[in-house]
Nanobody, 126 residues
């Protein structure tokens, strides 16, 4: 059974940085894509970025391009989300997700992801 555990959230001032981590366990992930989504209160879950586990290819939503960077450490089965120049509108619960067959397509819809972490809160104060 796949398990995803996020960490690294917190409270930061606008312009600051945070790094989120997602440790994956339960199987090998060679065909997977890993994604980060976020959900603010009263809003739908929003795609942020995804990465192919083997290829390292990435896809970002426009609102975070140039500020957020996704990376993975295959040896540690860990995916990272480095978030710089944070804005109050980045405030949300951030979720790590795994798509079993997404390596080549990097899907952006939450329903297409198979496994989810519990989420970690990111709060950016103005």
């Amino acid at each position: 059974q796949v398990q995803l555990v996020e960490s690294g959230g917190g409270l930061v001032q606008a312009g600051g940085s945070l790094r989120l981590s997602c440790v994956a366990s339960g199987r090998t992930f060679s065909s997977y894509a890993m994604g980060w989504f976020r959900q603010a209160p009263g809003q739908e879950r929003e795609f942020v970025v995804s990465i192919g586990w083997t290829s390292g290819r990435t896809y970002y939503v426009d609102s975070v391009k140039g500020r957020f960077t996704i990376s993975r450490d295959n040896a540690k089965n860990t995916v990272y989300l480095q978030m710089n120049s944070l804005k109050p509108e980045d405030t949300a619960v951030y979720y790590c997700a795994a798509d079993r067959t997404g390596e080549l397509v990097l899907r952006t819809t939450a329903e297409q992801y198979d496994y989810w972490g519990q989420g970690t809160q990111v709060t950016v104060s103005s």
